[in-house]
């Protein structure tokens, strides 16, 4: 049975190592913690397991992470980041339709179909959710950010609507549809409903192109 050690209250805020052989040991622990992801599926993690991979004692793993969906999070964050890269075309609504599109189709790779899995063990265990804003969700969201101000810039956005939104917007439709599973994510329906949520769904009404 798994037992934590007692750990200072951090107020749930992530605590990331500084000395080299800390450093040395987060990493091992991260690499570990992915590897049994895919190999097992999240269910499967434990503490102990990750100790045994990694070669780190579950006394230091408890210093730097509460819960094994933490580490998880920050582990699948990593991963993700890695795998999706980010276009520099020039043309900011091409690149944010194509990292948009690779993000999702991301989500239904084997490794990437880890998302659903870590957001209910991030249910289970709350202490892990400021490392799955942290180092998942915060980062994903702000890579859409400069391609949304490149194309503010260029006079191609809708006054008054921030990259806050335009994420939300853009992906939301998208995660749903990846959770509920009752539509194709394909990769060209994928592309197809990220544009539309990018244009609109309604034909422009003469003279009302400036109504919200």
């Given at each position: 049975m798994e037992t934590p050690a007692e750990v200072p209250d951090r107020r749930g805020a992530p605590h990331r190592p500084?000395?080299?052989?800390?450093?040395?040991?987060?990493?091992?622990?991260?690499?570990?913690t992915s590897a049994l992801m895919r190999e097992d599926g999240v269910a499967a993690v434990t503490i102990d397991?990750?100790?045994?991979?990694?070669?780190?004692?579950?006394?230091?793993?408890?210093?730097?992470?509460?819960?094994?969906?933490?580490?998880?999070?920050?582990?699948?964050?990593?991963?993700?980041?890695?795998?999706?890269?980010?276009?520099?075309?020039?043309?900011?609504?091409?690149?944010?339709?194509?990292?948009?599109?690779?993000?999702?189709?991301?989500?239904?790779?084997?490794d990437g179909a880890l998302f659903g899995q870590l957001l209910a063990a991030c249910a289970t265990e709350p202490q892990a959710v400021p490392y799955f804003h942290e180092f998942f969700l915060t980062p994903r969201r702000a890579a859409v950010e400069p391609y949304w101000e490149r194309a503010a810039a260029a006079g191609l956005t809708r006054p008054g609507v921030d990259a806050s939104t335009a994420t939300d917007v853009l992906l939301g439709a998208l995660t749903f549809r990846l959770m509920a599973r009752h539509e194709s994510l394909a990769p060209e329906e994928v592309r197809k409903l990220v544009e539309y949520a990018l244009h609109g769904l309604l034909l422009p009404a003469a003279g009302a192109a400036d109504t919200p």
């Amino acid at each position: 049975m798994e037992t934590p050690a007692e750990v200072p209250d951090r107020r749930g805020a992530p605590h990331r190592p500084r000395r080299p052989r800390s450093a040395r040991a987060h990493d091992a622990v991260l690499t570990a913690t992915s590897a049994l992801m895919r190999e097992d599926g999240v269910a499967a993690v434990t503490i102990d397991r990750v100790a045994g991979r990694s070669g780190v004692s579950t006394a230091t793993i408890y210093k730097h992470w509460p819960c094994k969906a933490a580490i998880m999070a920050e582990a699948f964050g990593r991963d993700t980041a890695e795998a999706v890269a980010f276009p520099d075309t020039g043309r900011p609504i091409d690149d944010l339709v194509t990292f948009a599109t690779d993000l999702l189709t991301y989500y239904t790779s084997p490794d990437g179909a880890l998302f659903g899995q870590l957001l209910a063990a991030c249910a289970t265990e709350p202490q892990a959710v400021p490392y799955f804003h942290e180092f998942f969700l915060t980062p994903r969201r702000a890579a859409v950010e400069p391609y949304w101000e490149r194309a503010a810039a260029a006079g191609l956005t809708r006054p008054g609507v921030d990259a806050s939104t335009a994420t939300d917007v853009l992906l939301g439709a998208l995660t749903f549809r990846l959770m509920a599973r009752h539509e194709s994510l394909a990769p060209e329906e994928v592309r197809k409903l990220v544009e539309y949520a990018l244009h609109g769904l309604l034909l422009p009404a003469a003279g009302a192109a400036d109504t919200p």
